[in-house]
Nanobody, 122 residues
Framework: QVQLVESGGGLVQAGDSLSLSCAAS???????MGWFRQAPGAEREFVAA????????YYADSVKGRFTISRDNEKNTVYLQMNSLKPEDTAVYYC????????????????WGQGTQVTVSS
């Protein structure tokens, strides 16, 4: 089993920055971590992913150039640095883990955190 705990959400204004963290624990090996988000009435969508070993990254087009995913292997923590935030970035952000490779699909991840709310006002 893997436990994931997100933190760092909040209310910011358009153009501001925010950093999310996801601390992973448990005995199950995971190969990659992802961030997803879900706005009210919308499906959960991919944001970014990173592999633990190589640090390979993968971004959704909507956040490329504004968001940066990173990891600290010693702390088993993944980060999502979000810059130039827009109102359309408002959503609950979820951290996810997989023992498979990088994926942009919800079904590609087995373990999920509880989510953290990010609200961007205009």
């Amino acid at each position: 089993q893997v436990q994931l705990v997100e933190s760092g959400g909040g209310l910011v204004q358009a153009g501001d920055s925010l950093s999310l963290s996801c601390a992973a624990s448990g005995r199950t090996f995971t190969n990659a971590m992802g961030w997803f988000r879900q706005a009210p009435g919308a499906e959960r969508e991919f944001v970014a992913a990173i592999s633990w070993i190589l640090g390979s990254t993968y971004y959704a087009d909507s956040v490329k150039g504004r968001f940066t995913i990173s990891r600290d292997n010693e702390k088993n923590t993944v980060y999502l640095q979000m810059n130039s935030l827009k109102p359309e970035d408002t959503a609950v952000y979820y951290c996810a883990a997989t023992s498979r490779g990088l994926s942009n699909r919800v079904a590609g991840y087995k373990y999920w955190g509880q989510g953290t709310q990010v609200t961007v006002s205009s």
